[in-house]
């Protein structure tokens, strides 16, 4: 598929790979009355932001030490950790860098951040809600 042009999005990530069909997504997309939630990271956002009309939003960790103790919580293992903590500092910067991001939301609280999000989405697509 991927040499067939047929998947968005590529990306590895912490030695995952990670794409989406262009075909169900523009199909998705299509579709009225529907939001689509996708996944993806700083650089793969920035890769495909004008392929499609998609509002982005980010969800960024309160702290880099609430990050790991999120981390470690989830049983990830060590050296994975160590390579998200890494990326971490460098894709907050960049999230705070570019211009196309629509909104930023700091998850520091799951139920307030859960909020901000629905009160981000009708402001979207008030013909949704």
Same mark, same amino acid.
């Given at each position: 598929?991927?040499?067939?042009?047929?998947?968005?999005?590529?990306?590895?990530?912490?030695?995952?790979?990670?794409?989406?069909?262009? *075909? &169900?997504?523009?199909?998705?997309? %299509?579709?009225?009355?529907?939001?689509?939630?996708?996944?993806?990271? !700083?650089?793969? $956002? #920035?890769?495909?932001?004008?392929?499609?009309?998609?509002?982005?939003?980010?969800?960024?960790?309160?702290?880099?030490?609430?990050?790991?103790?999120?981390?470690?919580?989830?049983? *990830? &293992?060590?050296?994975?950790?160590? %390579?998200?903590?890494?990326?971490?500092?460098?894709?907050?910067?960049? !999230?705070?860098? $570019? #211009?196309?991001?629509?909104?930023?939301?700091?998850?520091?609280?799951?139920?307030?951040?859960?909020?901000?999000?629905?009160?981000?989405?009708?402001?979207?697509?008030?013909?949704?809600?």
């Amino acid at each position: 598929m991927e040499s067939n042009g047929q998947l968005f999005g590529i990306q590895v990530y912490n030695n995952n790979f990670y794409a989406s069909d262009k *075909t &169900k997504l523009r199909d998705l997309v %299509n579709k009225s009355h529907q939001i689509i939630i996708l996944n993806y990271n !700083i650089e793969t $956002a #920035n890769r495909i932001k004008n392929e499609f009309d998609f509002n982005f939003v980010a969800i960024l960790p309160p702290s880099e030490g609430e990050l790991r103790k999120r981390l470690i919580n989830r049983g *990830t &293992k060590p050296e994975e950790i160590e %390579n998200r903590m890494s990326n971490s500092l460098r894709e907050r910067n960049l !999230i705070y860098e $570019a #211009n196309y991001i629509d909104f930023r939301v700091v998850n520091d609280d799951v139920n307030k951040c859960l909020l901000k999000l629905e009160k981000c989405l009708k402001e979207f697509y008030p013909e949704i809600f």
